[in-house]
């Protein structure tokens, strides 16, 4: 069930389940019991929340499989933002009808997720896609910044805490680093998907990422994909000085992302809110607010209007009542100009 809140003064639509109105203005909050691709005919993209917590619940940590829409259609191969949750986000998504009843898992992970587009070195954006590696198959690539890989190399197929599955052991996947400095796209294989990266800090120095995915055929389309990260105003770099200064990646990114917010290209943003506004800053470690959340998407609003860009909220922490009152939170105030969808695992979002 995915959470749709937006700001209307006209009810004009009459395909959701469910109306909820509360607060003045209105607030319009949509629950779509199902889609399909017969009530969705412009979308691009379709997208297969595998996990959408921040941490804590195993059975739903962070992953999402994209693929592109073809008339009306999913294409039938995937590629995955993080890999919190594979095998098990599957079965929900089955459960849902996200993907057909007569769905193998086995044979879905094997043939039909073509790429791991890794945002972050932490296991909850991780664990699920580690441990589905031994029945994988080989041809795959692991894709994030080089400081990931590492991680990835290091830490985790290093023979010790897993079996070397890269290209220095089994030889089941091999990497491909991407550069931050880049300002051009380069070719996910086996798909019709172009990925850039961007730096994110995530507690700064350490770095998270962000994906650019943009399809490789017209019209034109793209999707961004944040991992974990903090505000500019609060991640802070320590000089040898002990002066510090802020990177501020989420101001680049944003100044990166507004010719495509202009041409009306960028369908949606997934970003992170961990917790609700009550968490003081320096409680944070390196992920967002409400609060935090609106005051980084206006600085994109700066640019051009953001009514056609969904805004999909990703990572809310487990904790009892905060996914509801993150909820309520970006329901006021400026939240009035953008589009948000809660995602609920397995089950689908057409864009």
């Known amino acids: 069930m995915q959470y749709l809140l937006k700001y209307k003064y006209s009810l004009h639509f009459f395909s959701i389940s469910i109306l909820a109105l509360t607060l003045i203005p209105i607030i319009l909050i949509t629950v779509n019991e199902k889609q399909t691709p017969d009530t969705h005919v412009s979308s691009v993209f379709y997208v297969i929340p595998l996990g959408t917590t921040g941490g804590l619940d195993e059975d739903n940590l962070?992953?999402?499989?994209?693929?592109?829409?073809?008339?009306?259609?999913?294409?039938?191969?995937y590629i995955a933002l993080d890999g919190g949750t594979?095998?098990?986000?599957?079965?929900?998504?089955?459960?849902?009808?996200s993907l057909p009843s007569n769905t193998d898992k086995e044979t879905f992970i094997r043939e039909q997720i073509k790429a791991y587009l890794i945002s972050h070195g932490h296991l909850d954006h991780n664990s699920g896609f580690i441990l589905n590696t031994p029945n994988d198959k080989s041809g795959k690539f692991i894709i994030g910044l080089n400081e990931t890989i590492n991680i990835i190399r290091q830490s985790y197929f290093n023979n010790l805490a897993w079996a070397d599955f890269g290209s220095t052991g089994l030889k089941t996947y091999d990497y491909q680093i991407l550069d931050p400095l880049s300002t051009t796209s380069v070719p996910i294989a086996n798909t019709d998907f172009n990925v850039r990266?961007?730096?994110?800090?995530?507690?700064?120095p350490y770095l998270s990422s962000a994906f650019l995915i943009s399809r490789r055929y017209q019209p034109a389309a793209s999707i961004l994909y944040l991992g974990d990260t903090g505000p500019d105003d609060v991640e802070k770099i320590i000089q040898p000085d002990n002066t510090t200064y802020s990177p501020r990646y989420l101001s680049q990114l944003w100044k990166a992302m507004a010719p495509l917010v202009s041409a009306d290209e960028l369908k949606a943003i997934f970003i992170e809110v961990s917790f609700p506004n009550e968490r003081p800053d320096h409680l944070l470690f390196g992920h967002l607010t409400p609060n935090w959340l609106l005051k980084e998407l206006n600085v994109l609003r700066?640019?051009?209007?953001?009514?056609?860009?969904?805004?999909?909220?990703?990572?809310?922490?487990?904790?009892?009542?905060?996914?509801?009152?993150?909820?309520?939170?970006?329901?006021?105030?400026d939240a009035s100009y953008f589009s948000f969808?809660?995602?609920?695992?397995?089950?689908?979002?057409w864009l």
């Open 62 to 77: 962070s992953s999402y499989l994209l693929t592109s829409v073809n008339d009306n259609n999913p294409n039938s191969t």
């Open 86 to 97: 594979i095998r098990h986000g599957i079965e929900i998504a089955i459960q849902h009808k």
């Open 197 to 204: 990266i961007f730096r994110l800090c995530h507690t700064c």
């Open 302 to 333: 700066t640019y051009h209007s953001m009514e056609k860009v969904k805004i999909i909220v990703t990572h809310i922490k487990p904790e009892k009542g905060a996914r509801e009152k993150i909820i309520e939170q970006l329901s006021s105030g």
């Open 341 to 349: 969808i809660f995602p609920q695992q397995g089950q689908a979002i």
